[in-house]
């Protein structure tokens, strides 16, 4: 594939060596407005700084002398084989950040045999992106409403997808006042200060908004429901996130009676509802608050992990996501009872300063961390990686 990247890319992604630096270049990379839509979180971005934190509470307890040369980082998540432990979190609206952002993600992720959940938030169809991407799985915002609910999983199954994840934990829309600060807003509103923007960020202005615009047309909210959605720059377009605050249980067992693929919950946070969840039929859980964009305040997806895997006890797959950066960071969660780890912001700075290979090599970077550190820790298999390994550190 190196034949296919241009020489200002690859030049770009030789000085990235860790997730980290990909935001560095991202920030240089994107209009301030869109960074800070990607960088930030709600109010005082509490459970966006409590997330990373939440690592530091435990150290490694390496084994020695264990024969490691035939480790690997291959791992099984509800019936498929991957080449890791992690993948691509859901992220909305990627197409602004990266030329065809959502199918650049799929595309990277198929490539590095993981797996990658497209945004229902997403600009591109989500038709598109199963082509490209066939073992891509869904995520859905849905209002309260039956009708609407039967429609989009209809087309969710029609378009190929084989697991669908319902996100739980957008009742209401999060205060979000860092987008307000950044000059972000929804709908986009041509302004002055983003056209200065778009002057001063000309390689994503020329890479990505104009050849947007000039191949596919303004971008629309693309799979709210089962019909197109608002364009970007609509004044009606946040309609189409409205009646969340409706969805409740009874919504969610319509929802298994009706998709015949894998259903997974993204959201949970409480044992309780890991618990009902998959009582009703989710074939696994996703703990998650939301990369710190819901509810400020809340516990790292990392400090409730124990109690929920505990609680559910192996009836079905507890994943997570939230402030992975590290290698190290997935072991973490794997040594706590995580099946498996989820990671966001990382691979959109990657696709958006580098396309598809940037997200490759993100891919790659964490892949290679991993086998790394597995063998300094002393194991062999991701099955292997127990609590055993971790040392609860005291403030």
């Known amino acids: 594939m190196d034949t296919l990247i241009s020489r200002h890319t690859r030049h770009r992604l030789s000085k990235i060596?860790?997730?980290?630096?990909?935001?560095?270049?991202a920030r240089r990379h994107l209009p301030k407005p869109l960074f800070g839509y990607i960088a930030g979180a709600s109010e005082t971005n509490a459970s966006l700084d409590n997330n990373r934190k939440a690592f530091g509470a435990y150290a490694f307890q390496p084994r020695v002398l264990q024969d490691v040369s035939g480790r690997s980082t291959a791992t099984t998540?509800?019936?498929?084989?991957?080449?890791?432990?992690?993948?691509?979190?859901?992220m909305g609206i990627s197409a602004l950040m990266a030329y065809r952002g959502d199918i650049m993600l799929a595309r990277a992720a198929a490539e590095s045999r993981i797996p990658m959940i497209?945004?229902?938030?997403?600009?591109i169809r989500m038709e598109d992106v199963a082509n490209a991407a066939p073992g891509a799985w869904f995520q859905a915002y849905l209002p309260g409403e039956p009708e609407r609910i039967d429609a989009l999983v209809d087309r969710v199954a029609a378009a190929g997808f084989k697991t669908l994840v319902l996100t739980v934990d957008t009742?209401?829309?999060a205060n979000r006042e860092n987008n307000i600060r950044a000059?972000?807003?929804?709908?986009?509103?041509?302004?002055?200060?983003?056209?200065?923007?778009?002057i001063s960020h000309p390689r994503w202005t020329a890479g990505t908004f104009l050849r947007?615009?000039?191949?596919?047309?303004i971008p629309h909210f693309e799979n709210s429901f089962a019909t197109r959605g608002a364009p970007i720059i609509a004044s009606n377009v946040m309609r189409?996130?409205?009646k969340k605050d409706h969805l409740n249980w009874l919504h969610l067992e319509r929802i298994r009676k009706r998709w015949n693929g894998n259903l997974v919950v993204k959201g949970i946070m409480h044992p309780d509802d890991a618990v009902h969840a998959i009582e009703i039929g989710a074939n696994g859980v996703i703990l998650s608050n939301h990369g710190g964009r819901q509810l400020d305040g809340t516990a790292s997806p990392l400090q409730v992990l124990p109690t929920v895997v505990d609680r559910v006890n192996g009836a079905a797959p507890v994943m997570i996501d939230g402030g992975f950066r590290r290698g190290t960071d997935v072991m973490k969660a794997l040594a706590l009872g995580a099946h498996f780890v989820f990671i966001g912001r990382p691979f959109l700075y990657a696709a958006a300063i580098a396309g598809m290979p940037g997200a490759m090599k993100a891919a790659e970077i964490v892949r290679s961390e991993l086998h790394r550190n597995m063998a300094l820790l002393g194991v062999t298999s991701i099955d292997a990686i127990s609590l055993d390994h971790l040392h609860r550190q005291t403030e």
């Open 17 to 25: 060596l860790c997730l980290d630096d990909f935001e560095t270049a």
């Open 183 to 198: 000059g972000f807003s929804t709908p986009l509103r041509p302004s002055l200060r983003l056209v200065w923007q778009g």
């Open 77 to 90: 998540l509800m019936g498929q084989t991957f080449a890791a432990p992690f993948g691509i979190a859901p």
């Open 171 to 173: 009742a209401a829309l």
């Open 240 to 242: 189409d996130f409205g």
């Open 118 to 123: 497209m945004s229902g938030s997403s600009l």
């Open 212 to 217: 947007t615009i000039l191949n596919h047309g």
